[in-house]
């Protein structure tokens, strides 16, 4: 147990109707005593005495992640400002002081969205080798997942943020999604140009050109999304997108076989030491596809429509049942039909396998094939594995953490870890993993969803488990100097909130690959309950990381027009 202390709040903000919750770790129980209280004070520009807006208990979580947790919930605050909050003893006395802490309309949206999605892109436009596709890490790689998943959360932006968005900012966001598919088409190009299938991509120009199905299945969804959205501004780049996404979706129903063993990680993913990937797709996999048909049906293609619903048909017969519930956890998914092992958030590591898989039980396509194909016989159905999701795991598995975040999955004899397993990337699982529970709030209604949602969002905020001196065991590049026996909250985009971490291409808009047990780009802590703890800090931005928070506040900020 690190010997460490923090109060954690968000270093961008909170939103007004919104949960706002600040937390305390500690690595000793009586750190705060029984029968605390808080106060939350306006902040004067003076420091001048302020009578206090909010006045309320501070609770005792209970213990996880080898530390101590305290919940202080200001939710019921609703007026826009600058605060801090004060912790006292029973008795009165002072104990412990925030930071400053804002409260406003949208501040996540109105202080992120242009960094992450246009400023922190024209950038790596700029980056990029040759000035084709975005520079993508912190090598010169420009990866076909990476690419794909960044297109499919400026497309959830544009689809549904537009209107929160100036005219600039729209022709911006449109330029970016265009520049991500042409690097797309490209792959496409170079695949054919060496011999592949027709509509394939290769994973990477120019250092691995191989081909992985859960590229073209991202591709499919990123192109068809695409040339729909583009479709009135842009037609013939539409069309051309359209086009691209048929032929890659011909290849996977008619061609493409999984990939097979190399770079398949049984401890990531929680199975048998010596077990061998059967020839079979993912669940994930199969759940791609399943969103690249609705687009392209979309996207006026309807032959696809039987083919997402026989897609639907695989995927629902790998829901785990109640009756063989993991640790009382039941509704999410087995990573294949032949296996018993369930599918983790995150396993995305090396060229291979598992590149690329970092959504997290990606099923909220089935609640838009419910809406769009309403009086389709499986549509019921449909709705009713979402709902299991959501009951059996996503609420229950997120409440078992003081910030409602997703965790990376069952470990079968071990338990449920949040840390121990990924390699890197799991940033981008976080931010989709909001946009998932903003999917199953229309099936579902309960109040812990939004605090998923938030939880999540403001995860990658600030409102985390802290920088120790710690955590820079894990980073590359970034060092500060952090007191000893602190956890710092810091912003994990970089250049935006109160303080942020560094990364290594210091582009503002970053968002780095974050809190692990596994130093980066390694795979040498077995998954081990004692060991599952925010440990290290890993520094590497990766496109896909902003990609999903864009994705999941997208779907946020959507969900609260249609509530008020």
Not at 284 to 291: G, I, P, T, V, Y
Not at 312 to 322: I, S, Y
Not at 384 to 401: D, M, Q, T
């Amino acid at each position: 147990m690190l010997k460490v202390n923090g109060f954690l709040t968000s270093q961008i903000g909170y939103d007004l109707g919104d949960p706002k919750r600040a937390l305390i770790r500690s690595y000793r129980r009586d750190y705060v005593p029984d029968g605390a209280r808080f106060t939350v004070l306006p902040l004067t520009p003076d420091n001048t005495p302020a009578e206090p807006v909010l006045v309320g208990d501070v609770c005792y979580w209970g213990e996880t992640w080898n530390a101590h947790w305290w919940e202080i919930d200001f939710s019921p605050l609703e007026q826009a400002g600058e605060y801090v909050i004060v912790v006292s003893a029973p008795d009165g006395a002072a104990l412990y002081r925030s930071e400053a802490v804002t409260i406003g309309d949208n501040v996540l949206w109105r202080e992120t969205v242009e960094a992450i999605a246009l400023d922190q892109l024209e950038a790596r436009v700029a980056d990029a080798r040759n000035g084709i596709g975005w520079k993508d890490c912190g090598a010169e790689w420009r990866e076909a997942n990476s690419h794909a998943t960044t297109v499919i959360g400026l497309c959830e932006l544009l689809s549904v943020g537009f209107q929160w968005l100036t005219a600039e900012q729209v022709a911006r966001l449109r330029a970016q999604i265009i520049h991500g598919c042409d690097y797309l088409a490209l792959l496409q190009d170079t695949a054919l140009r060496i011999g592949a299938p027709d509509g394939a991509l290769v994973h990477e120009i120019p250092n691995h050109m191989v081909l992985i199905p859960g590229d073209t299945a991202q591709a499919v969804v990123a192109l068809a999304y695409a040339g729909r959205l583009l479709a009135d501004t842009f037609p013939e780049k539409s069309q051309e997108y359209i086009r691209r996404a048929v032929r890659a979706m011909n290849y996977l129903i008619l061609e493409a076989k999984p990939f097979g063993g190399l770079n398949f990680s049984a401890l990531n993913h929680g199975a048998p030491p010596d077990f061998q990937p059967p020839d079979e797709f993912m669940t994930r996999d199969l759940a791609m596809m399943l969103w690249g048909c609705l687009e392209l049906w979309a996207a006026g293609q309807t032959a696809y429509q039987r083919h997402a619903a026989r897609l639907a048909r695989e995927v629902m017969a790998r829901q785990v049942p109640p009756e063989h519930a993991e640790d009382g956890l039941y509704g999410h998914f087995y990573t294949f039909a032949s296996a018993d092992f369930t599918e983790k958030a995150n396993v995305h590591h090396h060229v291979g396998h598992d590149t690329g898989a970092t959504f997290p039980h990606y099923i909220a396509p089935l609640l838009e094939m419910a809406s769009r194909w309403a009086t389709h016989p499986d549509a019921p159905l449909w709705r009713e594995c979402v709902r299991r999701f959501a009951e059996g795991y996503l609420i229950p598995a997120c409440k078992r953490n003081p910030f409602y975040l997703l965790p990376v999955g069952y470990f079968a004899g071990k338990g449920l870890m949040s840390f121990c397993g990924p390699w890197h990337g799991i940033n981008t699982s976080y931010g989709f993993a909001a946009a998932l529970a903003v999917a199953c709030m229309s099936v579902r209604n309960d109040p812990v969803l939004r605090q998923i949602v938030v939880g999540n969002l403001q995860w990658i905020c600030g409102l985390n488990a802290g920088i120790t001196r710690k955590s820079f065991g894990g980073c590359v590049l970034w060092r500060e100097e952090v007191p000893e026996g602190v956890a710092l909250p810091y912003s994990q985009i970089h250049g935006v909130g109160r303080r942020w971490t560094g990364c290594w291409t210091g582009i503002r808009g970053s968002v780095p690959n974050g809190f692990d047990v596994n130093p980066q780009f390694q795979l040498v802590v077995e998954p081990d309950k004692e060991k599952d703890e925010p440990l290290l800090y890993t520094d590497e931005d990766w496109i896909p990381h902003g990609a999903g928070f864009l994705a999941g506040l997208t779907a946020l900020r959507g969900h609260k027009r249609f509530e008020r």
